[in-house]
């Protein structure tokens, strides 16, 4: 028979080895809730962040399809404006050769009315058209100011993902400059100064949108409403006043200027017209009583239409030779044929919000100037009281040093600090890009029709690496937000053999 006092010891040491037995367990159900709620966190934030990341690509590319339709809205009304302009040109012709054989068949005061008409509806349409290049500064505008810089659309999709999370502003940064350069949020006026001081340049470094239209005076190809490039307009050959192009060129040749693409261009009188010239030598009369035995001969008419702001107009008709012609029923030419004000002087054409062909030309090393958006996301475990289930840590690496681990709230366990803190932030980076999407069909031989450009809305959106392109440096992106310790973390892992999404050997 056992010994009572044996059986009490048996048992004590049974409760000791179940308290020892307990506690573990209860450590690693902890560890578990812990770093479990860690890494559900963590999925939490970098979902977040790629749709923020998205929703500003996709924000983006909306935009630019807005400006491409804007564009060609602006680019039909100066095609119908110098429509209409030649239209005046060939009607002055028929009044005039009407003048020469049968006078006093079309009245002066008829004629005058309608010219005095035509005149205001190129008025109109001139105006319109600037109006639409105002339009389009606005939206672009607001994509910078409102989506970019102050981040409101990454803050609405990180709260509604849960109110903890945070996109700070300067996460921003790289975004901007993929967008504007360097340069400051357009608007009308101060572009407009701009350009009476020496242009705006859109170099290799101005981002992927060009608000003035390129280096320079805009250069809009309003016969072919092509900007310029040889695949929109797609024409052999022609002249005209405003400029005709070249036959179809599979390089996408980019011309500077107007002047470039069509050597049948003309001098005027004040440098800043717009008109329209007809190449005519003979009309024949269709209103006279009897038709004549032979054409009448008429000379060359034409309509010069200047900016509100000189009188410099022109209308040459018959045997009229310009400047100052006479006044058409009693009242100066330069009044039926004036435009609105000039956007910058000289010159009437409208300016248009065009792709930065220097971005362009970076390649696909830097997809082709296509902008990407960048999302930083964080959350402040600071900001919250510890959870019970959180614990610390402490690691010994070496004899020398101690390493802390708090899986907590840094609040009572290390010194309060800021971003750089990487214990205290869960940081998570995105990126999406604008891309431009025309492909040719199989059948034509594949390929891509165009580069990206804003003539055509052809806009996209997709999430991509972070580290996807060149200029590319997410420890930079993370530096500049204050995530300093995130950054060098990245770095170590750089300098220790990683190379995420981007190409081998880039630094950090």
């Keep these: 028979m056992q010994s009572p006092r044996l059986t009490t ?10 308290a020892l037995t307990l506690l573990l367990l209860s450590v690693m159900v902890l560890m578990t809730l812990g770093f479990g709620m860690r890494a559900k966190e963590r999925v939490e934030i970098q979902m977040a962040a790629d749709a923020a990341a998205y929703s500003q690509a996709v924000a983006t590319a909306r935009t630019f399809n807005a400006i491409a339709v804007m564009n060609r809205a602006q680019v039909a009304h100066m095609v119908a404006m110098a429509g209409t302009q030649a239209l005046i040109s060939h009607s002055s012709q028929e009044f005039a050769a009407h003048n020469a054989v049968c006078p006093g068949d079309i009245l002066p005061s008829e004629w005058h009315d309608a010219d005095m008409a035509a005149g205001a509806q190129v008025k109109s349409l001139q105006g319109q058209a600037g109006t639409l290049y105002r339009a389009g500064l606005t939206i672009y505008a607001e994509l910078l100011g409102e989506h970019v810089l102050e981040q409101k659309l990454a803050r609405r999709v990180a709260r509604a993902a849960n109110p903890e999370l945070q996109a700070v502003q300067e996460g921003a940064s790289k975004s901007f400059s993929e967008l504007n350069g360097g340069n400051q949020v357009p608007s009308h006026g101060d572009l407009m100064n701009a350009m009476r001081g020496g242009g705006v340049v859109c170099g290799p470094n101005g981002g992927a949108v060009c608000p003035a239209g390129g280096a320079g005076r805009a250069s809009l190809n309003a016969t072919m409403g092509s900007l310029g490039w040889t695949w929109v307009h797609n024409r052999p050959g022609g002249s005209a006043g405003f400029g005709a192009g070249a036959t179809r060129n599979a390089g996408f040749t980019h011309y500077s200027s107007a002047a470039a693409m069509d050597p049948a261009t003309y001098d005027t009188v004040s440098g800043r017209n717009s008109w329209g010239h007809d190449h005519g030598r003979a009309v ?38 310009p400047p100052g012609q006479s006044p058409e029923n009693g009242e100066p030419t330069w009044q039926a044929h004036t435009l609105g004000a000039c956007v910058s ?39 919250r009281p510890p959870d019970p289930w959180n614990l610390f840590f402490r690691f010994r690496f070496n004899a020398e040093t101690d390493k802390a681990f708090d899986n907590a709230s840094p609040l009572g366990r290390i010194q309060a600090t800021g971003r750089e803190d990487v214990q205290r932030n869960q940081v998570a980076l995105s990126a999406g890009i604008a891309y431009y999407h025309r492909p040719r069909p199989a059948m034509e031989g594949g390929g891509w029709r165009e580069p990206p450009n804003f003539l055509n809305p052809f806009w996209r959106a997709t999430l991509v690496s972070a580290e996807g392109a060149s200029d590319d440096r997410p420890a930079d992106s993370l530096s500049r937000a204050g995530f300093t310790e995130h950054a060098q973390a990245l770095r170590r892992l750089v300098s220790e053999g990683y190379r995420g999404g981007g190409p081998t050997g880039r630094g950090y």
């Design 9 to 18: 010891r048996a048992r004590g040491q049974a409760l000791v080895l179940f």
């Design 284 to 321: 024949i009369p269709t209103r006279c009583r009897s038709r004549p035995p032979t054409p009448a001969a008429a000379t060359d008419a034409w309509v010069m239409s200047d900016e509100e702001q000189t009188h410099e107009d022109q209308h040459v008709y018959g045997a009229r030779v």
């Design 345 to 383: 002087c000289p010159g009437i054409w409208p300016f248009s919000i065009a792709y930065n062909v220097a971005a362009l030309n970076l390649g696909a090393a830097d997809q082709y100037g296509q902008p990407k958006l960048y999302a930083l996301l964080h959350r402040d475990y600071a900001t």
